[in-house]
């Protein structure tokens, strides 16, 4: 049965039909993750680098109450305009999205429920939430966490973001059966860095190694997703040292203000930015390009799969 709050664009339709692969891409980092019209002009980069590796890109929000798999050059134009008087979007919000007939930019959670609607397997983003600092005593933990441990669909990123408690969102992980595969690498990069003093699950070193395994997860009924963790590029990666002293200065500024909840992330990369004068916006953009590549290559790679059997 067709979920009548669905619409899929044509392209992206077409293709599933013809069983050629294709990428989902999350909205947040248009409308809450740069100003226009640089946000505007990053998702559509990021949709030709998906396209220039053999993929069909399907970049997903909600408009006017409508899920959107798959936007046109002028939805992406409105929302990247709409900025965050979009509703930042996890799967709590959106049946509230539809029924008021509002906005919403999706997160990696509400991007990966839609995605699994339409029956995309491969998504492409910059980093993945997680256990915050100082879960402890906030609980604050991401819902990604959660959709990836139930739902379809592999998440290529540059590994959990590093504003992050990044041992305790692992170890979460581990709890709920999901996979941490490190390409070309067995560290788990740490989003504006190469490398954390973490180590991944496990390391592939092709696209077509990494679509076999989910491939082989997904036919064994084994449910949720996985984590594809893409280092940044290396002219792009800032040292490690660097960006945990300008997060440590974020954090107690996000303290002393008193931000909580889902706008805590938006605060605290906008500060990193600030802090870092715009290396980290940079670096952002960088790495999703990177990841949108990976993704596609992977989708080529499991379409080939599917078409064989």
């Not at 092709?206 to 084994?222: C, G, N, R, S, V």
Request: aromatic share 6%; proline share 5%.
């Amino acid at each position: 049965m067709l979920n009548p709050y669905l619409d899929i664009h044509p392209d992206v339709q077409t293709a599933l039909n013809e069983g050629r692969p294709v990428v989902a891409l999350e909205s947040t980092i248009i409308s809450h993750g740069m100003p226009y019209p640089e946000n505007v002009q990053t998702a559509l980069r990021v949709e030709q680098a998906v396209r220039e590796n053999g993929a069909v890109p399907a970049t997903i929000a909600i408009l006017k109450g409508r899920l959107k798999v798959g936007l046109s050059r002028e939805e992406i134009a409105y929302l990247g305009q709409q900025g965050q008087s979009a509703v930042k979007t996890s799967r709590r919000d959106i049946p509230f999205i539809v029924a008021t007939q509002g906005d919403g930019a999706t997160t990696v959670a509400s991007t990966m429920i839609l995605a699994n609607m339409a029956g995309i397997r491969i998504f492409a983003t910059g980093g993945i939430g997680g256990v915050h600092r100082g879960a402890e005593t906030s609980f604050d933990i991401s819902a990604d966490l959660q959709e990836l441990a139930h739902t379809k669909v592999a998440v290529v990123c540059a590994g959990i973001k590093s504003i992050l408690d990044l041992g305790l969102t692992l170890e979460y992980l581990e709890t709920q059966g999901v996979p941490v595969v490190g390409y070309q690498t067995s560290t788990l990069p740490a989003f504006y860095s190469r490398e954390s003093a973490f180590g991944v699950d496990y390391k592939l070193d092709t696209p077509e190694q990494i679509a076999t395994a989910l491939d082989a997860k997904w036919k064994m009924a084994l449910e949720g997703g996985a984590v594809i963790a893409n280092p940044i590029p290396g002219s792009y990666s800032l040292p490690a040292g660097d960006i945990e002293y300008v997060i440590r200065s974020a954090l107690k500024e996000m303290e002393k203000e008193g931000i909580t909840g889902k706008a805590s992330t938006p605060f605290l990369l906008a500060k990193v930015a600030e802090m870092t004068e715009g290396n980290s916006l940079k670096a952002n953009i960088a790495l999703i390009l990177n990841n949108a590549a990976l993704a596609a290559k992977i989708a080529v790679a499991y379409a080939q799969l599917q078409r064989r059997r």
